[in-house]
């Protein structure tokens, strides 16, 4: 209905000679981002069979959300955690084998308590409704991150959920939590060292590394989305990432919708991965 009612509209302007801010008004109305714009445009469909099998987001601009609003930061988290919601869902559907989230950073600490407070409150509040949630779906919850900083309910949930939906192989969905990639390579070369001297070990090679980290069983991201128009990891799977594609959206998170995830899908879909190599 609001995609007629925008087309009359648009159409009325076309024909009284103002054809330019006809389009203008159908793309505003529709709320689209220049990269939607141009799907709408080309009508690209996506290919699928060349989804990601890895995801990873950084869900950037709860706060910006929140504060154009007038509201308080905690209320963009909230808004972002719904939005998070859907996109588990469309990843879902797309057959993306592996999502992962970073849902609170090693630096993260450094908020305001009250921040802090209530994003720990929204982590435990999603992990008690995860399975509700995900109403039967076969969806997989993991936690990677350092669980010796977080308070005992939280990790006492993790390890509930992770336990409950441990037998599920559709999507397995991966919340960083307390998480930073330097202290993930930190951990996975302390382990080495301790491998070393027990004699379990002689010689260090990619494999040797990849495998201490958190992420030991989880192939590397193909797709990595940050939201929010900012254009750096901010220390989120360092190691990982090296070769995958990135996809920066200017969208703040909690106005990502499952339209923006297929944006990113296609333009990753075409691209050339070469991983060093000629193609
Ligand atoms: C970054 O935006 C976002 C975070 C630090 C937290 C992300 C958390 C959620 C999306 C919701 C909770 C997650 C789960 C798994 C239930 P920012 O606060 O830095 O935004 P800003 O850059 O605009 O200030």
Redesign the pocket.
């Known amino acids: 209905m609001r995609l007629f009612a925008a087309v009359v509209r648009a159409a009325f302007f076309c024909y009284h000679g103002k054809s330019k801010r006809g389009l203008i008004i159908l793309n505003k109305e529709l709320n689209q981002t220049a990269g939607e714009q141009m799907l709408f445009k080309k009508k690209k469909k996506l290919d699928m069979n060349n989804i990601p099998r890895h995801i990873a987001i ?10 154009k609003r007038g509201l308080s ?1 905690s209320m ?3 808004e ?2 719904v ?2 919601k859907k996109i588990v869902e469309a990843c879902y559907n797309l057959g993306v084998k592996y999502l992962t ?5 090693t630096e ?1 600490w450094s ?1 305001p308590k009250e ?1 802090v407070d209530e ?1 720990m409150k ?2 435990l ?3 008690k409704n995860a399975e509700k949630e995900l109403k039967g779906k076969n969806v997989r919850i993991r936690v990677i991150g350092d669980r010796k900083r977080l308070p005992a309910e939280i990790v006492s949930e993790i390890e509930r959920v992770e336990e409950k939906t441990s037998h599920n192989d559709g999507l397995i969905f991966i ?1 960083a ?1 307390n998480y930073g990639g330097r202290q993930e390579i930190v951990d996975a070369v302390n382990a080495i060292a301790e491998d070393i001297k027990n004699g379990n070990i002689t010689e260090i090679n990619e494999e040797v590394i990849s495998q201490r980290l958190y992420t030991r069983d989880i192939p590397d991201p193909d797709l990595l989305i940050r939201t ?1 128009g ?1 254009l750096r990891l901010s220390n989120f799977l360092i190691w990982q990432s090296s070769y995958s594609e990135l996809f920066f959206s200017d969208v ?3 106005d990502f919708t499952p339209k923006h995830l297929e944006e990113a899908i296609l333009s990753y879909q075409g691209r050339q991965r070469r991983f060093g190599g000629l193609k």
Request: proline share 3%; hydrophobic share 40%.
């Open positions: 950084i869900m950037d601009g709860n706060g910006r959300w929140a504060r930061r963009g988290h909230r972002g955690s939005t998070l989230v970073y849902a609170f950073s993260n908020r921040e994003l929204l982590l509040e999603y992990l919340i939590l929010s900012e703040l998170w909690p």
